[in-house]
């Protein structure tokens, strides 16, 4: 005789076989699903998330700018990626969203402290705190751990952690360096100046790696780029500052997932590098962008 736990078990299968069926009316869901190396079982089990793949793809089709965005997440769109039959689901940035970052990127290299409004969002107050004492403390001779500042999108992570630096910078001759994560992966497969910008990378006395989680995650990356990264600056007390839309625990799972499969070994071994370097706060603020 079936216990309880089996009937409830039972009654959450049909229904998300009923659910499955429902939505496999719609062509674009069935065409989805065709598309992607998983068997039923698993597409039943995410069929609302995959709903939600095709209604961001359908907002993204009208989309005229990012004052019109209705996803989610404001300039990003739910991608699906599948490792082992099992559906996993990630933030792409937009086109509107990556000319938003380019142009930021500017703003960012000219910022200083006394360009903070700090009357404008109160949320922001902590981490403002936090940056001006970590600036009237700074030494380089001393151990000094940096910030992995995460939150929402557009609350201003970036410009904060930038005043930061270019203030220690042009007061306090401190060397600093700013990249885009995404970005700084792209612009290293360059090998000409391969060495010269992994040495940059491994020696500024303060380095910030911006929106990590938004890349597309491969094991050279991850492991061969991140890992040395962070291992080489760990090893020899260089300061780092990280910004991120992800939680630490949401950034581990990211990281578990490359193309070549789920190893989330290495993932908690990037985890641990980045709790060693850093302070783990979180900015919740208004979107600026929007």
Same mark, same amino acid.
């Given at each position: 005789?079936?216990?309880?736990?089996?009937?409830?078990?039972?009654?959450?299968?049909?229904?998300?076989?009923?659910?499955?069926?429902?939505?496999?009316?719609?062509?674009?869901?069935?065409?989805?699903?065709?598309?992607?190396?998983?068997?039923?079982?698993?597409?039943?089990?995410?069929?609302?998330?995959?709903?939600?793949?095709?209604?961001?793809?359908?907002?993204?089709?009208?989309?005229?700018?990012?004052?019109?965005?209705?996803?989610?997440?404001?300039?990003?769109?739910?991608?699906?990626?599948?490792?082992?039959?099992?559906?996993?689901?990630?933030?792409?940035?937009?086109?509107?969203?990556?000319?938003?970052?380019?142009?930021?990127?500017?703003?960012?290299?000219?910022?200083?402290?006394?360009?903070?409004?700090?009357?404008?969002?109160?949320?922001?107050?902590?981490?403002?705190?936090?940056?001006?004492?970590?600036?009237?403390?700074?030494?380089?001779?001393?151990?000094? +751990?940096? *910030?992995?500042? !995460?939150? /929402?999108?557009? @609350?201003?992570?970036?410009?904060? %952690?930038? $005043?930061?630096?270019?203030?220690?910078?042009?007061?306090?001759?401190?060397?600093?360096?700013?990249?885009?994560?995404?970005?700084?992966?792209?612009?290293?497969?360059?090998?000409?100046?391969?060495?010269?910008?992994?040495?940059?990378?491994?020696?500024?006395?303060?380095?910030?790696?911006?929106?990590?989680?938004?890349?597309?995650?491969?094991?050279?990356?991850?492991?061969?780029?991140?890992?040395?990264?962070?291992?080489?600056?760990?090893?020899?007390?260089?300061?780092?500052?990280?910004?991120?839309?992800?939680?630490? +625990?949401? *950034?581990?799972? !990211?990281? /578990?997932?490359? @193309?070549?499969?789920?190893?989330? %070994?290495? $993932?908690?071994?990037?985890?641990?590098?980045?709790?060693?370097?850093?302070?783990?706060?979180?900015?919740?603020?208004?979107?600026?962008?929007?």
């Amino acid at each position: 005789m079936a216990t309880l736990k089996q009937l409830k078990s039972e009654v959450k299968e049909l229904d998300l076989e009923k659910n499955y069926q429902e939505a496999c009316k719609n062509p674009e869901f069935a065409n989805l699903v065709r598309t992607l190396p998983i068997d039923a079982k698993e597409a039943m089990k995410k069929t609302s998330q995959l709903e939600n793949v095709l209604e961001e793809k359908s907002n993204c089709k009208n989309c005229k700018g990012l004052y019109m965005c209705k996803n989610a997440y404001p300039g990003h769109a739910i991608v699906p990626t599948v490792k082992e039959n099992t559906i996993y689901f990630t933030y792409t940035p937009c086109t509107y969203q990556k000319q938003v970052v380019e142009k930021e990127s500017e703003q960012n290299k000219k910022v200083r402290m006394k360009d903070i409004d700090y009357k404008l969002d109160k949320k922001q107050m902590p981490i403002i705190k936090w940056l001006d004492t970590f600036y009237q403390e700074y030494d380089k001779t001393k151990l000094m +751990k940096g *910030l992995y500042l !995460h939150g /929402s999108f557009g @609350s201003g992570k970036t410009y904060l %952690v930038s $005043a930061l630096l270019n203030e220690l910078n042009m007061t306090k001759n401190v060397s600093i360096q700013i990249s885009y994560f995404p970005d700084l992966l792209r612009n290293l497969k360059d090998f000409d100046d391969f060495s010269y910008n992994m040495n940059q990378l491994l020696t500024v006395d303060i380095l910030l790696l911006d929106d990590i989680g938004a890349e597309k995650v491969t094991e050279w990356g991850r492991d061969e780029i991140l890992g040395s990264i962070l291992q080489e600056r760990m090893e020899h007390h260089k300061t780092t500052f990280f910004t991120s839309n992800l939680t630490l +625990k949401e *950034l581990e799972e !990211h990281l /578990s997932i490359s @193309s070549s499969g789920v190893d989330k %070994v290495k $993932a908690r071994r990037i985890i641990e590098r980045i709790k060693q370097l850093t302070i783990d706060l979180e900015l919740v603020a208004e979107n600026k962008r929007g």
